[in-house]
């Protein structure tokens, strides 16, 4: 008897381990089987530290600005050299196809007041948005600021974000 329970409780555990591990819950909450819950993540790819859906990040259009104050340190030289040098010597048609804008902008000077406000920039700062059907997507780039020190890996780290962004 305590034979033929055993093994009763081992199927049915079998059987509700089985089903849970053929269900997931999305982030947004929908719960799928574990194959689509693997195919969605076949799309995804990471960006900083977060993975986002290949749909989520390809944009219509990349405004790149690199915002900074009258005076300026080394480091924040350097980064507006960097990100400078990258954009231009990298995106020049797509600069000129309008499918990115990029501008270094002094926050302390007047007529850049309005679009300092709107990134919440107050100094040394870069920021990229990624215009998706119209809707902006605005995030600040922080960790240029480590990669200072080794000015390949700061271009190629910003270069790898905005062809993913691209979609290329």
Same mark, same amino acid.
């Given at each position: 008897?305590?034979?033929?329970?055993?093994?009763?409780?081992?199927? /049915?555990?079998?059987?509700?381990?089985?089903?849970?591990?053929?269900?997931?819950?999305?982030?947004?909450?929908?719960?799928?089987?574990?194959?689509?819950?693997?195919? *969605?993540?076949?799309?995804?790819?990471?960006?900083?530290?977060?993975?986002?859906? $290949?749909? #989520?990040?390809? *944009?219509?259009?990349? @405004?790149?600005? +690199? /915002?900074?104050?009258? *005076?300026?340190? +080394? $480091?924040?030289?350097? *980064?507006?050299?960097?990100? $400078?040098?990258?954009?231009?010597?990298?995106?020049? @048609?797509?600069?000129?196809?309008?499918?990115?804008? /990029?501008? #270094?902008?002094?926050? @302390?000077?007047? @007529?850049?007041? #309005?679009?300092?406000?709107?990134?919440?920039?107050?100094?040394?700062?870069?920021?990229?948005?990624?215009?998706?059907?119209?809707?902006?997507?605005?995030?600040?780039?922080?960790?240029?600021?480590?990669?200072?020190?080794?000015?390949?890996? /700061?271009?190629? +780290?910003?270069?790898?974000?905005?062809?993913?962004?691209?979609?290329?």
């Amino acid at each position: 008897m305590k034979k033929n329970i055993s093994i009763i409780l081992f199927l /049915f555990l079998s059987l509700v381990l089985t089903g849970c591990s053929q269900k997931t819950t999305t982030d947004n909450g929908i719960t799928k089987n574990t194959d689509q819950a693997k195919n *969605a993540n076949q799309t995804k790819q990471v960006v900083g530290d977060y993975p986002i859906s $290949s749909a #989520e990040l390809v *944009a219509d259009k990349l @405004e790149v600005y +690199y /915002f900074h104050r009258t *005076a300026r340190c +080394y $480091s924040c030289n350097t *980064a507006g050299k960097y990100v $400078s040098d990258l954009i231009i010597g990298t995106y020049g @048609e797509q600069i000129k196809d309008g499918r990115i804008i /990029f501008k #270094e902008l002094n926050v @302390e000077l007047p @007529e850049n007041k #309005e679009l300092a406000r709107k990134y919440q920039a107050t100094g040394s700062s870069l920021y990229i948005n990624r215009i998706i059907r119209g809707q902006d997507n605005i995030e600040q780039e922080t960790k240029i600021w480590r990669l200072l020190g080794n000015e390949q890996q /700061f271009k190629s +780290y910003l270069e790898n974000k905005i062809n993913s962004y691209l979609g290329i």
